[in-house]
């Protein structure tokens, strides 16, 4: 889900309510989760049950400043990949933790691979199947990108893929540039 001058209200909507499990008040997904609707989303788009199948999911860890309190972080990460994985005939486990708190990405922190590397651990052997990391937004593809690094280190054979529920670009950002920029 790409954002559109004329539909970022109604995006910011959705995203909002899969990011803290309330009820969308718009279209055709009217008084459900968000994250339930996040999956009737994906059910309209047939590619998404192969993409899916038989790959272990692994949750993008929080960034550990919570909504209150810190680490008490709302994680939609965990329940997408625990509700993806069910939906699609796949397996999800935690590899990855934040051990150190950081600011989010989207609090417009400087976005740098060194800063999640840092501050995220690999907790278990990596095994040998097709990873999806998964999140559920994505504003500057940073903390994704950390975890693939991480994995890849932790087993350069991993095949480790990405996949999020929305992606917010800052001004002027398209997705080819998410996909190639260079953070160091």
């Known amino acids: 889900m790409t954002y559109y001058d004329n539909e970022d209200a109604r995006r910011r909507e959705f995203v909002h309510a899969v990011k803290n499990c309330r009820t969308v008040k718009f279209g055709n997904y009217y008084g459900q989760?968000?994250?339930a609707a996040a999956l009737g989303v994906s059910r309209r788009r047939?590619?998404?049950?192969?993409?899916?199948?038989?790959?272990?999911?692994?949750?993008?860890?929080?960034?550990?400043?919570?909504v209150d309190v810190d680490i008490?972080?709302?994680?939609?990460?965990?329940?997408?990949?625990?509700l993806f994985a069910e939906a699609y005939g796949g397996s999800w486990r935690s590899l990855l933790h934040r051990h150190t708190p950081i600011e989010?990405?989207?609090?417009?922190?400087?976005?740098?691979?060194?800063?999640?590397?840092?501050?995220?651990a690999v907790t278990d052997s990596i095994p040998d199947c097709r990873i999806i990391l998964v999140d559920d937004v994505v504003a500057s593809g940073s903390t994704m990108c950390a975890?693939?690094?991480?994995?890849?280190?932790?087993d350069a054979r991993a095949r480790v893929h990405g996949f999020a529920v929305a992606y917010r670009p800052g001004n002027e950002e398209r997705l080819c540039n998410f996909a190639t920029r260079q953070y160091e």
């Open 72 to 82: 008490d972080d709302l994680w939609s990460g965990r329940d997408l990949a625990s």
């Open 104 to 120: 989010k990405s989207s609090k417009g922190i400087q976005r740098t691979l060194r800063r999640h590397i840092e501050s995220i």
């Open 33 to 35: 989760d968000g994250r």
């Open 147 to 154: 975890c693939a690094e991480l994995l890849w280190r932790a």
């Open 46 to 66: 047939r590619w998404m049950a192969s993409y899916f199948a038989g790959a272990l999911l692994v949750p993008v860890p929080p960034s550990g400043k919570g």
